[in-house]
Every structure is written in C-alpha cells, then in structure tokens.
T-cell receptor, first 114, second 115 residues
Framework: KAGVTQTPRYLIKTRGQQVTLSCSPI?????VSWYQQTPGQGLQFLFE???????NKGNFPGRFSGRQFSNSRSEMNVSTLELGDSALYLC?????????????FGEGSRLTVL | GDSVTQMEGPVTLSEEAFLTINCTYT??????LFWYVQYPGEGLQLLLK?????DKGSNKGFEATYRKETTSFHLEKGSVQVSDSAVYFC??????????????FGKGITLSVRP
C-alpha cells in the first residue's frame, strides 16, 4: 500500500513569490491535514480537509491556503513568501472515522525562502 | 489552549540503557495521547497511543501510560538499540474539540544511541 506522497520534496523560492505544494494521501483516506515544522516552533497545525471541505484551521495568516480535490489529493499554497516561511511542510492523511489522531505522514516538502 | 511539554534534549545513551522521555500536557477536554517518531530522512510515524486515563500504549518495546492525575504520558523503553536513534514527539488530540486530525505536538527530542 503506497504511503502519503508529497511533491516537490525540495524547493527554493525568493521573498514575495508564491508556492504550491501537493499531497496525495493513502488510498482510501479522505482526510488530509497539513503541518509546518520549524526548529523554533516545532510542529504546528495548518489546516485539515475532508471531502473537499476545510474542517479545521490553525493560527496562520491568510497567505496560507489549501484545497482538496474530489480524489482526496490536496494542495497548499503560500503567497507572498517571507523568510520565516522556510520550513518543512508535512502532509498527513487519515481515515477519520473511528480513529482519533492516527495520522500517516509523508516525508515532507522542504521550502527554503531566500 | 492545549499544549504539550517535553523534556529538553538531546539525549545520548549507550546501547541497552534504559530510556525515559518525559511528557506532560494541558488540555481542556479529554485528550487522546500519542508518541510519534521521526527517523532520519523519513516522515513521522505513530509509535503508540492511549485514548483514556490509565491506558498503556506499547509498541516495539516502548511503553507509555496515560496518567490523568499527573497529566503525563512518559515514554519508556527498557533497553534501547542503535536503531532507536530518532526524534520523538509527544502529541495530543482533544476529542472534545471535535477535531480528529488536529494534533498538538511537543517540541520533540532527539535520541542518539551509541553502540
């Protein structure tokens, strides 16, 4: 069974640009959530999608957005990039029903903002 | 709001040593508690979990007991191996908040095991 796949794995952008990251969940998983991992703040919840609807959102500015498609794949977008957006962005999928908090994580997309 | 506090790291142990990683939490509801592990170059993996007070989660020789009275979920292993070298994260999911997939993580602690 294939795991959670994130693309691209590494990318470099400059301040002011925008970036789109992609996540393909485990087959059959309908929930996708996103986390930002930095050395200073650790792992922080960005948002969660289920059946193409955002169910939950963390405390990030509106520059961070996401969406989910009918096949459960998800994308997140960061506009007007800032140096502080440099981080590892992790996507996780879950079955949701009856399983609380058991997330399956991808290897992440490492974003560097110059 | 919810929070998870882990002991400061990094931790370096010799092979076969006893491991304890402390974790305490603050939550408004009745959280489920988790330990996730991140091996070098890999994504986070669920190591073990406990969903109610006094539950003990266990996996791969690791154990943690949900202690409501001390709001703790300390991770233990009797004899660590070099292959246990990784970053360990304590996390909670507040079921009352109705957000199944929202985990609040601790800062993580790096464990290095020497042969």
């Amino acid at each position: 069974k294939a795991g959670v796949t994130q693309t691209p794995r590494y990318l470099i952008k400059t301040r002011g640009q925008q970036v789109t990251l992609s996540c393909s969940p485990i087959s059959g998983h309908r929930s996708v959530s996103w986390y930002q991992q930095t050395p200073g703040q650790g792992l922080q919840f960005l948002f969660e999608y289920f059946s193409e609807t955002q169910r939950n959102k963390g405390n990030f500015p509106g520059r961070f957005s996401g969406r989910q498609f009918s096949n459960s794949r998800s994308e997140m977008n960061v506009s007007t990039l800032e140096l502080g957006d440099s981080a590892l962005y992790l996507c996780a999928s879950s079955l949701v029903a009856g399983i609380t908090g058991e997330l399956f994580f991808g290897e992440g997309s490492r974003l560097t903002v110059l | 709001g919810d929070s998870v506090t882990q002991m400061e790291g990094p931790v370096t142990l010799s092979e076969e040593a006893f491991l304890t990683i402390n974790c305490t939490y603050t939550a408004t509801g009745y959280p489920s508690l988790f330990w996730y592990v991140q091996y070098p170059g890999e994504g986070l993996q669920l190591l073990l979990k406990a969903t109610k007070a006094d539950d003990k989660g266990s996996n791969k020789g690791f154990e943690a007991t949900y202690r409501k009275e001390t709001t703790s979920f300390h991770l233990e292993k009797g004899s660590v191996q070099v292959s246990d070298s990784a970053v360990y994260f304590c996390a909670l999911s507040d079921q009352d908040a109705g957000a199944n997939s929202k985990l609040t993580f601790g800062k993580g602690i790096t464990l290095s095991v020497r042969p």
